[in-house]
């Protein structure tokens, strides 16, 4: 466990501090831009794509993993802000006012750690040959990527239903 931990490059642990930071933050009422809410979930949709680019010899198989990953994900990212109250959106400054919650900060460590879990996994696989690796890494990244998208998604929803959304002329 220990090796896991010391050969771990060092630009993974920078995107973890900053997850717990930006969780952290989430933790107390804050308001944020469209453009700042999106961070996380295009940040790992690249990152997934990025690693997905590497399975180019089951690329079916690994794209059904991965929708299925994304619906699964997107459901639960949805359901975790289902019932939070307090979002609204400011139409003037076009920011988003969110309510403060731990949530943001589970759902960031949660990803974070599904991958850096699946990646340990590619990497034992691949030094035992299993093909079994891209499956599990496509449907990580899909149910991690949706997880993100499904609780931005939910939160954006909520501001813009609030009435205090419609600017006054």
Same mark, same amino acid.
């Given at each position: 466990m220990s090796t896991? /931990?010391?050969? *771990?490059? !060092?630009?993974?642990?920078?995107?973890?501090? !900053?997850? @717990?930071?930006?969780g952290v933050k989430a933790m107390r009422p804050n308001s944020m831009p469209l453009s700042g809410m999106l961070i996380l979930p295009v940040g790992f949709t690249l990152w997934a794509g990025i690693g997905l680019s590497k399975y180019g010899? @089951? %690329?079916?198989?690994?794209?059904?993993? /991965?929708?299925?990953?994304?619906?699964?994900?997107? %459901? /639960?990212?949805? %359901?975790? !802000?289902?019932? /939070? =109250?307090g979002y609204r959106y400011d139409a003037h400054t076009r920011h988003i006012h969110r309510p403060g919650t731990v949530r943001m900060l589970l759902i960031s460590l949660l990803a974070f750690l599904s991958k850096f879990a699946v990646?340990?996994?590619?990497? =034992?696989? *691949?030094? =035992?040959? *299993?093909?079994?690796?891209?499956l599990i890494y496509g449907g990580v990244s899909g149910m991690v990527c949706g997880l993100l998208w499904g609780g931005i998604a939910a939160q954006i929803f909520k501001a813009l239903k609030r009435p205090e959304s419609i600017a006054m002329t």
């Open positions: 896991i /931990l010391v050969m *771990t490059p !060092f630009w993974v642990w920078l995107i973890l501090l !900053f997850l @717990v930071i930006r010899h @089951v %690329a079916l198989a690994l794209e059904i993993w /991965l929708v299925l990953g994304l619906i699964v994900g997107l %459901a /639960l990212g949805g %359901a975790i !802000f289902k019932g /939070l =109250q990646a340990v996994y590619v990497v =034992q696989c *691949t030094l =035992q040959k *299993t093909d079994i690796s891209p």
